[in-house]
């Protein structure tokens, strides 16, 4: 059974930073690229940034480049997402994202508000 947790969001001032993290389980986590994604409110949800299997190509969103770093480690089954220079806009809830044997599949979510 596929499982993703995200842990790591809060509340945070702009110019902050935040590292989101995501324990996956139920495939083999080193065979499969991983996604963050956001929805903030009223807002389609839109990826952020994505990672292979190996952790030597990534994507990102033109609003975060620069800004997101997204990694993994493979021993410990992990995804991460390292957010600097936060701004208001960033805003929303993140979650990870797994397509494995055809199935897409996500964790809860980890709320991340960036306010003064």
């Known amino acids: 059974q596929v499982q993703l947790v995200e842990s790591g969001g809060g509340l945070v001032q702009p110019g902050g930073s935040l590292r989101l993290s995501c324990a996956a389980s139920?495939?083999?986590?080193?065979?499969?690229?991983m996604s963050w994604y956001r929805q903030a409110p009223g807002k389609e949800c839109e990826l952020v940034a994505r990672?292979?299997?190996?952790?030597?190509?990534?994507n990102y969103a033109d609003s975060v480049k620069g800004r997101f770093t997204i990694s993994r480690d493979n021993a410990k089954n992990t995804v991460y997402l390292q957010m600097n220079s936060l701004k208001s806009e960033d805003t929303a809830v993140y979650y990870c994202?797994?397509?494995?044997?055809?199935?897409?599949?996500w964790g809860q979510g980890t709320q991340v508000t960036v306010s003064s």
């Open positions: 139920g495939f083999t986590f080193s065979s499969y690229a």
């Open positions: 994202r797994v397509w494995v044997a055809g199935i897409n599949y």
């Open positions: 990672i292979n299997s190996a952790g030597g190509s990534t």
